[in-house]
């Protein structure tokens, strides 16, 4: 597609149950971030991606919290054993290399909102 | 580490009223500065960003963002709003020229223009 792709869009959970949020980026974009909105809260950044590797995983809040993505594309964040607290607005966003020509353009998904019971 | 503050959480304004949303930033090492606009029910889009160069940046659809490296400020103004303007905006900040790895985001100023 043209955009940034999430999936789902919506997820309900029950405390304690892992889920797993995908993020497909454009294509061509070998940067790829992860954010999470909370009500009344600011974007807060999770991790980052160039390519395959993750030089900033400072974000992520526990080691419930875990991503990768592989063949430079498609992404997943996995919550294990999720808590109330979790419950958010993740964002995927994606961007061009780091280069001279890029200008800063983070291209965003529409989120996945997930709600843990 | 950079904070954005967006002291706004919600502002109303009439239609054809002008409006400011405010913005400011905790350092004034080189920074970055951008506003993102979430319309409903969609996600975030680059509204306009400032790099270098000129301190006063414009958007295609009439709003301005002036950067003030004393006040550490980057406020977004329009003279006279629509209500297509409503929308959600998020100030951010990136201290890394050309190495965008790390956003920071403020918590956003829901506008909302009414008739």
Redesign the interface.
């Given at each position: 597609g043209a955009?940034?792709s999430q999936s789902p869009s919506n997820k309900v959970t029950e405390k304690g149950k892992d889920v797993e949020l995908r993020c497909d980026p454009i294509s061509g974009h070998t940067?790829l971030?992860w954010?999470r909105q909370s009500l009344?809260?600011?974007?807060e950044?999770l991790i980052?991606f160039?390519g395959n590797s993750a030089?900033?995983k400072s974000g992520l809040p526990s080691d419930r919290f875990s991503a990768e993505r592989t063949g430079g594309s498609v992404s997943t964040l996995t919550i294990q054993r999720t808590q109330q607290e979790d419950s958010a607005v993740y964002?995927c966003?994606s961007?061009l290399a780091?280069?001279?020509a890029?200008?800063?353009?983070?291209?965003?998904?529409?989120?996945s909102r997930l709600t843990v019971l | 580490a950079q904070s954005?503050t967006?002291l706004d959480?919600q502002v109303p304004v009439f239609e054809e009223a002008p409006v400011e949303l405010r913005c400011n930033y905790s350092s004034s090492v080189s920074v970055?500065l951008?506003w993102?606009v979430q319309y409903p029910?969609?996600?975030?889009?680059?509204l306009l960003?400032y790099?270098s160069g000129s301190t006063l940046v414009e958007s295609i659809n009439g709003f301005e963002a002036e950067f003030n490296k004393s006040q550490t400020s980057f406020h977004l103004r329009k003279p006279s709003v629509h209500i297509s303007d409503t929308a959600e905006y998020?100030c951010?900040v990136?201290d890394h020229p050309?190495?965008?790895?790390?956003?920071?985001?403020?918590?956003?100023t829901k506008l909302n223009v009414k008739p």
């Open positions: 955009g940034v940067a971030y954010y009344g809260q600011g974007l950044f980052y160039q030089p900033d964002l966003a961007s780091f280069t001279g890029n200008t800063g353009e983070l291209f965003f998904g529409e989120g | 954005v967006q959480s970055y951008f993102y029910n969609q996600g975030l889009q680059l960003k790099l998020f951010a990136s050309y190495n965008f790895n790390k956003f920071y985001f403020g918590s956003g």
